[in-house]
């Protein structure tokens, strides 16, 4: 019960596999082991699944908690609109991106990994979820009451001076004469 | 806030002590496997062929092993909350540690995630070095078919092979969806990736089957280095001839014979595995009766209160049951904190829920009668049908040791205070019997409405206590955080609490000072149950110096 958000799921999955398919590709790079031109692809694509899925989605219910210093990446994919937007897009870029790592030992735990944070993005895209970044609230300032324009008229309720001031007689009673009767409750 | 040694130790020693035991039964495991497959005799040939790469890949499964069996222990909680139960085998230092059964379980995961890492890349390289170094004197000794074999067909032909790379997946999955912001948002994904361990064990189970590494078995009769008999002296090569001269080794009797290892992870896995197998279906069995709903009343802030009864259900304050209704959601459980225990007199027992999340929403739209506009003025008799209700539990929990200190501190935050209000009805029902001689119970709350949650169960005590004679036993402080207006309390009955009301909140620094002041030389458990900002304000208030001697313990509930 309740909707899960498998977005933000996929999105966990895809940051590791991304940083996996970089591991996996350099030790294949630095090896030359058979094959190290798939391991030197896969450093740049795990770079760019890394890059692509740093910042994080603002959460539909509930609080967003950002990853530190997201900011700036969080600019860069939102410029690209509705490409990073759509998680259908998403879902087909990564497995595709997830095939040729697919023909090196080093980076075949990346690509399997990869393909399956893809599948995951097609679970959420069918759910209707996309892509909403995080941007720092601006604080809406109020809209100035009408009421601070227009200062009060008129002083507040006390009875005009000429009946403020009691004859001389009667100065053991209160200053003045409340038109309002004070209780102390 | 200096850091004081003495308190440090209180607080800190016995979680860095296990810790410590544990890095070093992980290192002397690692070390030791390393050493055995580096200088043993019966691996002399294989190490040959691999290199460092076996002995590496060795070690850390030697590390796995120990860990994936240490990682199921903490789970087991109904074992963990019986150890808390029986005071005579353990210690209040013991109780203090199960505190951290959760930490202790990460930890252990992580453990496994790195050492696999780890055996993973090691015996990648041993692939490659099987393909490359196929031996042609020892065949047995091969798992690869032909010279310059492709690593990637012995992965996928063996079982070794094909179970690891299935491992490894599944450990991955488990790992990527237990990371923080996913339980946070949508524990369902972590609960059910997770409940994939028992495949993962399975197939740990079965991942030595086919013996990939062979150790030789004749070492006497064939001792490794030595010279086949009809080979001569020159034909050896220049390190071996060395070796043979300081060793006089001589020839050989035999030709050398190899054995595959057979596996002996069940060896250390079976034992937590069945131990946690046989908890759950206890638990499920003992969860199977459903309970009868005696009550529903609705309190102010959206929380709800819930009067049960269970046949044969004992539990003690501060232990939390873990509630699922099929009505409402069939898989999830939700755990909740006892507000009152069943007593020989009373058997009923109670929990408060505060609503906050689908589905609490939903339960509690079961439970209360939906107002109606088109109600009859005439009071109509309904039959109230509550939704099937199953709870599992009781399981401990840090809050049951109140009792168990001379003097101590509950710091309670909002709906945090549940644990301590059964410590308080406790307290109610029968003072004299525990060893706690005082209680200062703080609690902050948001808003002036809530505590009228346990208003009266508060007044009930400070006023038993004063008849009997012990004011100083119950020493109350209630905090509104939030000043708004109308910060008052005017009934009469709770006056004792009006008088101890405080806007804003509390400083810690100043009460503790004072409760150190007032007992010098003893040692205060702090109990808190909040917000991450005041547990952590006063795990640094516990750990530093004191001036007057007192030792602050502090323990903490947390709410996930």
Not at chain 2, 312 to 323: E, M, S
Not at chain 2, 525 to 540: A, D, E, N, Q, W
Request: proline share 6%; with cysteine; hydrophobic share 40%.
């Amino acid at each position: 019960m309740g909707k899960i958000e498998w977005a933000m799921w996929a999105n966990e999955q895809a940051l590791a596999s991304g940083l996996i398919l970089l591991t996996g590709g350099i030790v294949g790079v630095a090896g030359q082991f058979r094959g190290w031109e798939f391991a030197a692809y896969a450093v740049a694509a795990g770079v760019f699944v890394c890059l692509l899925e740093y910042p994080r989605s603002k959460r539909a219910k509930g609080t967003s908690v950002e990853r530190t210093g997201q900011y700036c990446f969080t600019v860069c994919v939102k410029a690209f609109g509705p490409l990073t937007r759509n998680y259908y897009v998403r879902a087909f870029l990564h497995a595709a991106i997830c095939v040729p790592g697919g023909f090196m030992l080093a980076t075949v735990l990346g690509c399997v990994c990869l393909g399956i944070a893809s599948l995951i993005y097609l679970a959420a895209a069918i759910r209707g979820e996309h892509w909403e970044p995080i941007l720092p609230r601006k604080d809406v300032r109020k809209p100035v009451a009408e009421s601070i324009k227009n200062p009060p008229q008129n002083p507040p309720p006390r009875p005009p001076p000429e009946m403020r001031r009691k004859p001389a007689k009667e100065l053991e009673s209160s200053a003045y004469d409340n038109p309002i009767a004070v209780t102390d409750e | 806030m200096a850091v004081s040694l003495r308190s440090w130790v209180a607080n800190e020693g016995g979680k860095h002590l296990v810790l410590m035991l544990w890095l070093g039964a992980n290192t002397w495991m690692f070390l030791n496997t390393f050493l055995l497959y580096s200088t043993g005799q019966q691996y002399h040939y294989l190490y040959k062929m691999l290199g460092v790469g076996l002995c590496i890949s060795r070690a850390s499964a030697s590390v796995l092993n120990l860990n994936c069996s240490l990682v199921l222990l903490p789970m087991c909680r109904s074992l963990l909350t019986f150890i808390r139960g029986t005071r005579a085998v353990s210690s209040r230092k013991t109780r203090r540690l199960l505190d951290k059964y959760k930490t202790f379980h990460v930890a252990c995961g992580v453990a496994v995630c790195l050492f696999s890492v780890v055996h993973v890349s090691a015996h990648m390289v041993n692939l490659v070095n099987f393909s490359v170094s196929y031996s042609d004197d020892f065949p047995a000794l091969n798992l690869a078919r032909y010279r310059g074999e492709d690593p990637k067909r012995i992965i996928l032909t063996t079982i070794p092979g094909v179970t690891g790379v299935l491992l490894v997946l599944i450990l991955l999955l488990m790992f990527i969806s237990s990371s923080h912001c996913v339980r946070v948002s949508n524990y369902e994904i972590f609960w059910y990736t997770h409940n994939l361990f028992i495949v993962f064990y399975i197939i740990l189970m079965v991942h030595m089957v086919g013996g990939a590494l062979k150790y030789q078995t004749n070492v006497e009769a064939h001792p490794p280095g030595c010279l086949k008999p009809n080979q001569s002296s020159t034909e050896q090569r220049v390190e071996d001839l060395d070796r043979l001269e300081d060793e006089d080794v001589g020839r050989c009797r035999e030709d050398a014979r190899f054995e595959p290892h057979w596996p002996q992870t069940w060896l250390w896995v079976s034992g937590p595995l069945c131990l946690y197998c046989v908890e759950r279906l206890y638990r499920y069995i003992r969860s199977s009766a459903p309970v009868t709903i005696v009550t529903v009343v609705k309190h102010p802030c959206n929380v709800i209160e819930l009067r049960m009864l269970k046949k044969n259900f004992k539990a003690r304050p501060g232990q939390y049951i873990v509630l699922n209704c099929p009505s409402v959601s069939s898989f999830e459980n939700h755990p909740f904190t006892l507000t009152k225990c069943p007593t020989v007199n009373r058997e009923t027992f109670g929990i408060h829920l505060r609503v906050v999340g689908d589905w609490t929403e939903r339960f509690t739209q079961l439970l209360l009668p939906q107002p109606r506009m088109d109600v009859e003025i005439l009071p109509m008799v309904q039959q109230r049908t509550y939704p099937k209700l199953y709870i599992d539990g009781p399981f401990g929990g840090p809050s049951e040791e109140v009792f168990n200190y001379d003097v101590s501190l509950c710091v309670a935050g909002g709906i945090g205070v549940t644990p301590f209000a059964c410590v308080l009805q406790a307290l109610l029902d029968g003072w004299r019997g525990f060893r706690l001689q005082r209680l200062y119970f703080v609690w902050v709350c948001r808003e002036l409405q809530s505590f009228y949650w346990f208003a009266e169960l508060l007044c009930a005590l400070h006023q038993k206590l004063w008849q009997e004679n012990r004011p100083d036993y119950f020493n109350l402080k209630l905090y509104v955080s939030q000043a708004g207006d109308l910060q008052s309390m005017s009934e009469e009955r709770f006056r004792p609490l009006a008088s101890r009301l405080l806007v804003g909140r509390p400083r810690w620094k100043l009460l503790l000072d004072e409760i150190g002041r007032s007992n010098k030389q003893k040692r205060v458990g702090v109990f808190c149950c909040g917000p991450k900002g005041i547990s952590r304000t006063l795990h640094k208030l516990c750990n530093s110096a004191r001036s007057c001697g007192t030792t602050f313990e502090f323990n903490k509930e947390s709410f996930s």
